[in-house]
């Protein structure tokens, strides 16, 4: 932990050369709009300019000392990841509103519960679609002899980080998107002469036959494309009961309608084929998607390395990179020529999955012998027609003679790629090295 007293020295010192600085940048003198500075007064005010930055230097320095530190003593606080999702804190950087909160909160589940369920034979509300912590889990209690120890209801683990997390977050009100996808760039872009011979190429005469240069002509192929809104849903049933059992309620809409939505997401916009007008066509089966196969003289992380600069070739900058647990296990396991870990350090201290300064999305929605990256929200851009949506209904076969509802999550949602190249989809080789 930083010491206290050593940061508020700091802040004290910092304050006296900035007063000191506003009293030396006091004596410029203005004459006809402009100031007047000696070169005495130009090197103290340069000087104690630059003894405040170091001494601000010093500060963040103990301050990111102090955080390391906390990081060390407390291993199992809250994640980033967890901070970075949170919209409501709950004072712990974990989200102390769960997506089970929000439906059995929303208005549409009040009204019904206020009439016992009665009055409409469904429940629907809209529910953000972002990937959502929760420490929330539901309670039950038995009968048994003896004492009993409630062990509540364990709320089923689910990936922190999916392919979505990776897009800028975009909207939209159309039933399609149309767009230009760029399959195609010649740059001959060039110094043009003022003047050339007659010909065009030879150097001018002189002459009044001679002609002004002619800059050349660069070819950019483009076509248009249509990305339609795709839906992903899928139904669960249960008993009526558990519209009165709101903890159940909570961990039963949580870990297995939403989650599975963003499972099935993630699977399709890497995979997904398309082609009939209403599937999104998955990242790694658009046209254009460059290919990279490693070296066997390469460890993984230099082999992602290396698809990188095929990206930055298409004058994109990769943003993340999304490959399977197990792949993930292999990068962050590998070590240098000295036995030190490449990227568990970075990992460990920011809490950030990033490898050569892009995140890493790890999933299993991607087989262990590829992995994808390239530039998300530029290259290409997921748009929410429809936040992910669930809804509760009893007029379902013969659901209402056993008592029984069906829960539906449904999510629209549709996937634009517009420059293909920027992405670089991976083969991994095992390293001989």
């Known amino acids: 932990m930083a010491d206290k007293s050593l940061l508020k020295s700091l802040q004290t010192q910092l304050n006296e050369k900035s007063a000191e600085a506003d009293r030396i940048a006091g004596t410029f003198k203005e004459e006809n709009g402009s100031f007047v500075v000696s070169t005495d007064q130009r090197n103290a005010y340069v000087k104690v300019v630059r003894?405040?930055?170091?001494?601000?230097?010093?500060i963040e320095a103990a301050t990111d000392a102090d955080h390391i530190g906390q990081y060390l003593k407390e291993p199992d606080g809250p994640s980033a990841a967890g901070q970075h999702y949170s919209t409501r804190s709950n004072g712990t950087g974990m989200e102390a509103k769960s997506l089970g909160d929000l439906f059995v909160e929303s208005d549409a589940f009040r009204r019904a519960a206020a009439a016992d369920f009665k009055d409409r034979p469904y429940i629907r509300a809209e529910i953000e679609g972002k990937s959502i912590f929760s420490l929330s889990a539901g309670t039950h209690t038995h009968q048994a002899l003896g004492s009993a120890q409630d062990l509540?209801?364990?709320?089923?683990?689910?990936?922190?980080?999916?392919?979505?997390?990776?897009?800028?977050s975009a909207k939209t009100k159309s039933?399609?998107?149309?767009?230009?996808?760029?399959?195609?760039?010649?740059?001959?872009?060039a110094q043009v002469p003022e003047r050339r011979a007659a010909d065009g190429v030879s150097a001018p005469t002189g002459l009044d036959s001679d002609v002004y240069g002619r800059a050349p002509r660069s070819k950019l192929k483009l076509e248009p494309v249509a990305f339609p809104i795709?839906?992903?849903a899928h139904m669960i049933d249960g008993h009526k009961n558990i519209l009165s059992d709101e903890p159940r309620l909570k961990q039963f809409i949580n870990s297995r309608l939403i989650e599975g939505i963003k499972f099935a997401e993630d699977y399709d916009l890497l995979h997904s084929v398309g082609g009939d007008g209403t599937s999104i066509t998955g990242i790694m089966n658009t046209p254009g998607v460059q290919q990279y196969t490693g070296r066997n003289t390469d460890k993984y992380s230099i082999q992602m390395r290396r698809a990188m600069t095929k990206a930055l070739l298409a004058e994109?900058?990769?943003?993340?990179?999304?490959?399977?647990?197990?792949?993930?296990?292999e990068v962050e396991v590998e070590t240098?020529?000295?036995g030190a870990f490449r990227v568990a350090l970075q990992v460990a201290v920011g809490a950030q999955k990033k490898v050569w300064r892009i995140n890493v999305v790890e999933t299993t929605a991607m087989p262990d012998g590829q992995y994808l990256l390239g530039?998300?929200?530029?290259?290409?851009?997921?748009?929410?027609?429809?936040?992910?949506?669930?809804?509760?209904?009893s007029e379902n076969a013969?659901?209402?003679?056993?008592?029984?509802?069906?829960?539906?999550?449904?999510?629209?949602?549709?996937?634009e790629i517009s420059r293909p190249e920027s992405f670089v989809q991976g083969t991994w080789t095992t390293p001989t090295v």
């Open 51 to 58: 003894e405040a930055q170091e001494i601000k230097g010093l």
């Open 152 to 168: 509540g209801i364990t709320d089923a683990q689910r990936r922190k980080w999916h392919i979505r997390d990776l897009f800028p």
């Open 175 to 189: 039933a399609v998107l149309l767009g230009i996808r760029e399959t195609g760039w010649v740059n001959n872009a």
């Open 230 to 232: 795709a839906e992903i």
């Open 316 to 329: 994109y900058e990769p943003t993340g990179i999304v490959l399977s647990p197990s792949m993930w296990e």
């Open 336 to 338: 240098d020529d000295t």
């Open 375 to 393: 530039a998300f929200g530029m290259g290409a851009q997921l748009y929410d027609r429809e936040s992910v949506s669930v809804t509760v209904s």
């Open 398 to 415: 013969d659901n209402f003679e056993r008592g029984a509802l069906t829960f539906r999550a449904d999510e629209r949602l549709a996937l």
